[in-house]
Structures are given as C-alpha cells and as structure tokens.
T-cell receptor, first 110, second 115 residues
Framework: GEDVEQSLFLSVREGDSSVINCTYT??????LYWYKQEPGAGLQLLTY?????DMKQDQRLTVLLNKKDKHLSLRIADTQTGDSAIYFC??????????FGAGTTVTVRA | NAGVTQTPKFQVLKTGQSMTLQCAQD?????MYWYRQDPGMGLRLIYY???????DKGEVPNGYNVSRLNKREFSLRLESAAPSQTSVYFC??????????????FGAGSRLTVL
C-alpha cells in the first residue's frame, strides 16, 4: 500500500529542537524524503535518506530512519522563526512516483 | 533559471466551465507531475508523465485530462469543473540524483476555486 502518515501540527519555542514524525507503509521504498513548504509557495526538498541508512545529518537537520517500524523523523536543532512552515514526509513508489503525507504545520513561537 | 513555471496563479470558475493549467520546466527533466493539495490530505497525484509522449493516471485522475505537449510542457485540463476540484494545484518535474534519489522540483502552485 501507499500511505504516509504524520501528525498535523507542532508548536515549538524558538531555540528549542523540533521533532517531526512520520510513518510509511511501503517496505520497498528505496528513498524517503522531507520537503518544506513556506506560505504561498511550492514544496522544496530539504533532505532525503536512503533506506539502508539509519541516520543522516545535514547542518541543523537530522533524519532518523527505523526501517523495521517504518518510522521516519526529522529533527531541527535550534529552531528559528524561519523554520515555520509545513513539512512533508514522502516515500518513493517505484521509479517514478512519490507518495506524500498530509504535512505537519510547524509554528515557532518566541 | 526559472525552474518550474505554472500559470495562472489564481483562477475562479463556475461549475461546468473548462480551463487548462499550464506548466513548463526549463531543466530538461524527463518526468513531470500534477498534484493537488487539500487541507489535511497532503499532496495527491493526479497524473504524471514519465517521459515525453507518455502519461499515466495517479491516485485521483477523475475529472482531469493531461497533455505532454513536448519535453518542457505538461498541461492539466478540467473539462467540466466541479466544486470538489477547488484546490491548489502543483506541477513538478523530476531529476534523478547521482545517488538514485528522485528529486522533485515544484512550481509555485495554482489556486483554483470552483463556485
């Protein structure tokens, strides 16, 4: 099946870490992705992880993958106001398609 | 480098009217996609084109048609708009990274309201 689930909202204080969680169903997915959507804009790729890895770090972003539980998370360290956005988890389906979750709206409060 | 360009950005239609959303990419990508975004439902794939000359249905193709006019352009047509098609529509094109990951580049979106 193709079903990606994530919680819809997250509120975090500026300077704290944000953790966004996602579960997916297709065990054959080779890559898993995180996209960011700012208000009024399209989605932009933040990072991706190959399915045989369990962690990937890129500056303030850390992606953790638990393939056994089909669980993916994105941690943003030192969250800033510019990190307020909708974050989408996605899994690859075959060679051509990506299946997206509903998106997590992250609100950063002062 | 414009990336993916969609037109129009906003459109209001009456039920039963038809319209075409245009999309063009200048990155020489083979694959292009149309998604719709609805609150609480994320992005759902309407149609995609793996390469010039081919199109395939996604999750929610009913009520839509597409044309892959050439490598650059992929249009989405609503023949008889319905209120359920009120949504934000995103076009995307795909590049395969050296690692093998499929990287989508999205347009800014087209907000369509059907009254």
């Amino acid at each position: 099946g193709e079903d990606v689930e994530q919680s819809l909202f997250l509120s975090v204080r500026e300077g704290d870490s944000s953790v966004i969680n996602c579960t997916y169903t297709d065990s054959s997915s080779t890559y898993l992705y995180w996209y960011k959507q700012e208000p009024g804009a399209g989605l932009q790729l933040l990072t991706y992880i190959f399915s045989n890895m369990d962690m990937k770090q890129d500056q303030r972003l850390t992606v953790l993958l638990n393939k056994k539980d089909k669980h993916l998370s994105l941690r943003i360290a030192d969250t800033q106001t510019g990190d307020s956005a909708i974050y989408f988890c996605a899994e690859s389906i075959g060679d051509y398609k990506l299946s997206f979750g509903a998106g997590t709206t992250v609100t950063v409060r002062a | 480098n414009a990336g993916v360009t969609q037109t129009p950005k906003f459109q209001v239609l009456k039920t039963g009217q038809s319209m075409t959303l245009q999309c063009a990419q200048d990155m020489n990508h083979n694959s292009m996609y149309w998604y719709r975004q609805d609150p609480g439902m994320g992005l759902r794939l309407i149609y995609y084109s793996a390469s010039e000359g081919t199109t395939d249905k996604g999750e929610v193709p009913n009520g839509y048609n597409v044309s892959r006019l050439n490598k650059r352009e992929f249009s989405l047509r609503l023949e008889s708009a319905a209120p359920s098609q009120t949504s934000v529509y995103f076009c995307a094109s795909k590049q395969q990274a050296a690692s093998g990951a499929n990287v989508l580049t999205f347009g800014a979106g087209s907000r369509l309201t059907v009254l």
